[in-house]
């Protein structure tokens, strides 16, 4: 049987540190995110936002579409942006279910780039405007 990750979800996805593959003037080495995730069966989907960090436009956050799946303690996903920013492109992230089933760590991968990630379950749940947004204290 499957855990079920469905919730509010906080995270970190962290750059790679190969200066060779960073513009110059990226100086970001680390982003902070938040997932709202439904699973149903094996399958999940949701919405993720982050600071806009690495786009000239001025929007303040980048909004993304999660879809993937759940096998056992493996996560694959992918997040599509939504355009905020100009942002269109997919990044590919592959993770672990920690024994207790609050965090998730793995790698991500979009072209040439790659980094890792860590998301940890919010102890609020928190849901977005699409699903009804609101607050459930634990």
């Known amino acids: 049987m499957t855990t079920d990750i469905s919730g509010h979800w906080r995270g970190q996805f962290f750059y790679p540190s190969d200066t060779a ?39 303040a956050t980048l909004p993304a579409k999660l879809d993937g799946y759940i096998a056992g303690p493996m996560i694959n996903f992918s997040k599509k942006y939504l355009g905020g920013a100009d942002a269109r492109h997919t990044v590919n992230y592959n993770g672990m279910l920690s024994n207790n089933n609050t965090t998730i760590r793995g790698s991500w991968s979009v072209a040439d780039w790659s980094g890792t990630f860590v998301m940890s379950r919010n102890t609020d749940t928190i849901k977005s405007s699409e699903y009804q947004k609101e607050t459930v204290l634990a």
Do not use: H, K, L, M
């Open 21 to 59: 593959i960073i513009p110059a003037n990226f100086d970001v080495s680390s982003v902070n995110f938040q997932a709202w995730i439904t699973q149903s069966g094996n399958t999940i989907t949701g919405e993720t936002e982050e600071d806009n960090t690495f786009s000239r436009f001025s929007d």
